[in-house]
């Protein structure tokens, strides 16, 4: 019984850096949009007619 637990617990270490990867990488991709979002809109701005 214990080598299915250890196997159990493995496998959730596994999923829960997995897990952890894709919420770095959906971190990373939403801050990378919010700065191009705000460089377009100050590009927007400055080059807004007076």
């Given at each position: 019984?214990?080598?299915?637990?250890?196997?159990?617990?493995?496998?959730?270490?596994?999923?829960?850096?997995?897990?952890?990867?894709?919420?770095?990488?959906?971190?990373?991709?939403?801050?990378?949009?919010?700065?191009?979002?705000?460089?377009?809109?100050?590009?927007?701005?400055?080059?807004a007619?007076?």
């Amino acid at each position: 019984m214990p080598d299915a637990d250890r196997e159990r617990e493995q496998q959730r270490l596994a999923q829960e850096t997995k897990n952890e990867r894709h919420m770095w990488w959906w971190l990373a991709y939403f801050l990378f949009g919010i700065h191009i979002v705000a460089f377009v809109m100050i590009y927007a701005v400055m080059h807004a007619p007076k």
